[in-house]
């Protein structure tokens, strides 16, 4: 079958209109939110007065705590709200300003709690009177307090405990996040911003302020100091530690030395910037690595050397499987080319420790920064020693990543991290898979980055794992691996989960851990580096290739998929690498091993599934790929024409005659410490009936009332789409609340009907709005336009013996679609994974 270049959907929009979604249900009773708002009187009021004792004796105690000559020159007060359900923020947000002084700082679980802060105390003395009249109402049917209260379930003061929560780990880094809010002006916190800096300057405690996000990152500080910071600065939220590090279970070494090959590279493949423990410039990566001295790593460490993991390195088994995927595997070549050239983005010394976060986003921006270097794409193997608790918020690390490939249209791959230490090492075959059902296999930060793409593992090691007597993988090759990591949101959990919403974005190859038989015994023993692991290049020059395991294998895999994709297409931007990336993935099956996991627990184990090479970077006769890559306005919708051959009207298969695989993804700039809203856009899709955008025409209800149909795209009903699936991601009425996805993906076939009853024309339709939750004046601070990509394949789902090979060069002709520019010929890149 001839391999053929994808096509670019490159056609002006039909027509533009305002977005608009149609009503789903007739009745319109599922499209209602519910009403939050709880009326058991007499339970409530024994609620709140419980609420006021334990605030009145927490704020006493916080008092008593503080140090009487502290240099702190306000008292900020910080209160947690409980809701009975969502607080819907658009509409409350600036009432709890103007009638309570409370400012918004942080939302969580799932926006029914929520952090704020006293910026009014005179308006605050109204928040406890009304309490106090309505503990003190007779007859709530004529209440004499502010009804915004019924929406509060409890609440309790912010207190030390509270904000040392996150202190875990105390020979961690250090950083303390800062009351911030939109509704209100640094100004307010400058005071004791000011004085916490005297207080550490005073205490020789070495610190790193961000000015633009008002934060403290602290390398290292005594326990005890931490505590009286945090009883005494009221304006730090939260106090966090965290330390990096690699794990790898286990390593195995081949016992080569010399090297039997030679890296040789192409001029112009792209550069992909490894941010790591170091790249060693002692093996054939030297001819690969553009770094020319010390520039880019922290510390002054020197970025050609790589001493992780006792001189075995970890950067430079990343490095090699991102230049040159899986071409170690299976024996070696004299000469191999690389898919990419590597710069070492040095962060780590050893295999773990603490790294400050503001010195890893200074290292990114500078490389972003520098147009010699036009790197788009970047590996990040290094993650948080302890993984997310459920359902926790995103981290400000993730936070930060997410601005930085916002700002500068940048791709980083993130593992999800391996799991080492809490694995129950005993009989690991038999508990395989409940396993992951356990918050110890939550992803570790930052790999919950949502505009990055994180990448978990199989067990595949590209190799055939043979059954022998005394050794066998512990999973099957195309099974997530027993260390991958899963999302650390729950579902049930939410009030309305939204499928899209899932994390790993992919899985690939990551290695497998075996099962080895014990001679005295002949008990089975797990080995995470036998013969199923994965061949690894090594920075021990007497050890020069080894077999490992982990996600920090599977993720440069990823990466190197994309610099084949950016060798080919050298003009696609990095969201199309990613939706390429994901739609090309196929599912991993849900075998009997996981019948206790349901649908959405799996998909969270195993995101779109593993990536197929061939699909990223080729088309051919059967199937084609359309990439759209434009810009819309929020609010706006536009719809394109996607013309069907008409020789399926003929042909004999009347089902499932045409496969369409469609992915969307785009990047947002973040919304902080808003865990619903944190991504708040939604740019969606439809595929619709040959229909027009606008479409309208007045009737009359069953109650005599004059109604406008819409029937066109813009507020239709389901009748207007051309397949059942609907909007990719819709979001009105009761999901309101839901969070959203930036990645979407749908698949689904047209029927030889289909196609005829709309005389060979599909209507592909783009829209966009904010998140629904968010008021006006969040909204106002986001842009106003965004950058998507979509990617669309076409396949003739005929039995192969019906298959005519007229697809492809139909698609194109009738569409009048343009090849995308290729920077090589086609057939000179392998498409290896």
């Known amino acids: 079958?001839?391999?053929?270049?994808?096509?670019?959907?490159?056609?002006?929009?039909?027509?533009?209109?305002?977005?608009?979604?149609?009503?789903?249900?007739?009745?319109?009773?599922?499209?209602?939110?519910?009403?939050?708002?709880?009326?058991?009187?007499?339970?409530?009021?024994?609620?709140?007065?419980?609420s006021i004792r334990d605030f009145k004796h927490e704020y006493s105690k916080r008092k008593e705590e503080r140090i009487k000559d502290a240099p702190v020159p306000q008292e900020i007060i910080s209160i947690e709200l409980h809701f009975h359900g969502l607080f819907k923020a658009n509409d409350f947000e600036k009432s709890y300003l103007s009638d309570f002084g409370l400012a918004p700082l942080k939302y969580f679980d799932f926006n029914t709690k929520g952090l704020f802060t006293v910026i009014d105390k005179t308006a605050f003395k109204s928040f406890w009177l009304n309490l106090r009249n309505f503990v003190k109402c007779e007859n709530h049917n004529t209440p004499n307090y502010n009804r915004n209260l019924l929406f509060i379930e409890n609440f309790k003061l912010h207190t030390t405990t509270d904000r040392l929560q996150r202190y875990t780990q105390p020979e961690s880094a250090i950083y303390f996040e800062m009351i911030d809010s939109v509704l209100m002006d640094y100004d307010f916190i400058k005071p004791t911003t000011n004085s916490l800096k005297q207080y550490l300057n005073e205490n020789n405690i070495e610190f790193i302020f961000n000015e633009e996000i008002q934060s403290f990152e602290i390398p290292k500080v005594p326990t005890e100091l931490i505590e009286i910071i945090a009883r005494n600065f009221d304006a730090i939220h939260s106090v966090n530690s965290f330390r990096h590090t690699i794990t790898y279970p286990n390593k195995f070494g081949l016992n080569m030395k010399g090297y039997p090959f030679k890296i040789l590279a192409h001029d112009n493949i792209p550069t992909i910037g490894i941010i790591d423990t170091g790249i060693s410039s002692e093996t054939p990566l030297s001819s690969i690595i553009i770094n020319k001295d010390n520039t880019?790593?922290?510390?002054?460490?020197?970025?050609?050397?790589?001493?992780?993991?006792?001189?075995?390195?970890?950067?430079?088994?990343?490095?090699?499987?991102?230049?040159?995927?899986?071409?170690?595997?299976?024996?070696?070549?004299?000469e191999i080319y690389a898919d990419a050239m590597v710069l070492s983005m040095k962060i780590l010394g050893e295999s773990s420790g603490n790294i400050i976060n503001t010195d890893v986003l200074s290292l990114i921006k500078t490389v972003?920064?520098?147009?010699?270097?036009?790197?788009?794409?970047?590996?990040?193997?290094?993650?948080?020693?302890?993984?997310?608790?459920?359902?926790?918020?995103?981290?400000?690390y993730a936070y930060q990543l997410d601005k930085l490939a916002f700002d500068y249209d940048i791709l980083i791959f993130i593992s999800t991290a391996n799991q080492g230490s809490e694995l129950d090492w005993n009989n690991l075959d038999a508990k395989y898979p409940?396993?992951?059902?356990?918050?110890?296999?939550?992803?570790?930060?930052?790999?919950?980055?949502?505009?990055?793409?994180?990448?978990?593992?199989?067990?595949?090691?590209?190799?055939?794992?043979?059954?022998?007597?005394?050794?066998l993988p512990l999973s099957s090759a195309d099974e997530p691996a027993v260390y991958t990591r899963k999302y650390h949101l729950d579902s049930k959990r939410m009030k309305k989960p939204n499928p899209k919403l899932i994390k790993p974005d992919v899985v690939f190859a990551g290695g497998n851990f075996s099962l080895q038989k014990w001679d005295f015994d002949n008990s089975w023993i797990v080995e995470p580096a036998g013969s199923s692991a994965l061949k690894v290049l090594s920075a021990n020059k007497n050890d020069i290739i080894i077999k490992q395991t982990g996600t920090s294998l599977s993720t440069p895999l990823i990466a190197n998929l994309a610099a084949k994709i950016l060798n080919k297409y050298p003009i696609?931007?990095?969201?199309?690498?990613?939706?390429?990336?994901?739609?090309?993935?196929?599912?991993?099956?849900?075998?009997?091993?996981?019948?206790?996991?349901?649908?959405?627990?799996?998909?969270?184990?195993?995101?779109?599934?593993?990536?197929?090479?061939?699909?990223?970077?080729?088309?051919?006769?059967n199937s084609v790929t359309l990439i759209l890559e434009d810009q819309i306005y929020i609010n706006r919708c536009r719809n394109f024409t996607l013309q069907i051959p008409d020789y399926f009207n003929s042909v004999k298969q009347e089902k499932s005659l045409l496969k369409f695989e469609v992915t969307l993804c785009y990047n947002f700039k973040p919304i902080k410490n808003n865990q619903i809203a944190y991504c708040p856009v939604n740019i969606n899709f439809g595929i619709f009936k040959n229909v027009p955008l606008e479409r309208s025409h007045k009737a009359k209800d069953k109650?005599?009332?004059?109604?406008?149909?819409?029937?066109?795209?813009?507020?239709?009903?389901?009748?207007?789409?051309?397949?059942?699936?609907?909007?990719?991601?819709?979001?009105?009425?009761?999901?309101?609340?839901?969070?959203?996805?930036?990645?979407?993906?749908?698949?689904?076939?047209?029927?030889?009907?289909?196609?005829?009853?709309?005389?060979?024309?599909?209507?592909?339709?783009?829209?966009?709005?904010f998140h629904k939750i968010l008021p006006d004046f969040v909204t106002e601070t986001l842009p106003k336009e965004y950058s998507f990509s979509l990617v669309i394949r076409v396949s003739d789902n005929q039995k192969k013996s019906c298959l005519e090979g007229k697809l492809y060069n139909a698609i194109k002709l009738i569409n009048d679609l343009e090849i995308i520019p290729s920077a090589i010929i086609e057939g000179d890149l392998e498409a290896e994974l």
């Not at 460490?301 to 040159?324: C, F, K, W």
């Not at 009761?734 to 009907?753: C, G, H, I, P, Y």
């Open 572 to 621: 696609l931007k990095p969201q199309t690498v990613k939706a390429l990336i994901v739609n090309s993935s196929k599912k991993v099956s849900k075998n009997k091993k996981f019948d206790s996991f349901t649908n959405s627990e799996f998909n969270c184990l195993v995101g779109h599934g593993v990536p197929d090479g061939e699909k990223c970077l080729s088309s051919d006769e």
């Open 1 to 50: 079958m001839a391999l053929k270049p994808h096509l670019l959907f490159n056609k002006a929009p039909e027509a533009n209109a305002n977005f608009k979604y149609g009503i789903r249900y007739p009745n319109n009773s599922k499209d209602k939110e519910e009403e939050e708002e709880i009326k058991e009187y007499p339970k409530k009021v024994k609620v709140f007065e419980k």
């Open 368 to 396: 972003c920064e520098d147009p010699s270097l036009n790197i788009k794409l970047f590996t990040l193997t290094i993650n948080y020693e302890s993984h997310l608790e459920s359902n926790d918020n995103i981290s400000e």
């Open 703 to 769: 109650a005599g009332r004059n109604r406008t149909i819409y029937t066109g795209i813009t507020g239709a009903s389901k009748s207007s789409f051309a397949f059942k699936e609907g909007w990719s991601q819709y979001q009105d009425g009761m999901d309101r609340s839901k969070m959203l996805s930036n990645v979407q993906k749908m698949n689904f076939t047209a029927k030889k009907e289909d196609i005829i009853n709309e005389n060979n024309c599909f209507k592909l339709a783009i829209g966009s709005h």
């Open 434 to 471: 409940d396993h992951f059902k356990k918050s110890c296999s939550n992803l570790k930060s930052p790999s919950e980055s949502m505009n990055n793409m994180t990448i978990g593992a199989i067990g595949d090691n590209f190799e055939d794992q043979k059954l022998t007597n005394s050794e």
């Open 296 to 334: 880019f790593a922290i510390n002054g460490m020197n970025p050609l050397v790589d001493e992780a993991d006792g001189g075995y390195g970890h950067g430079t088994s990343v490095a090699a499987l991102a230049a040159l995927g899986g071409k170690l595997s299976n024996g070696f070549k004299a």
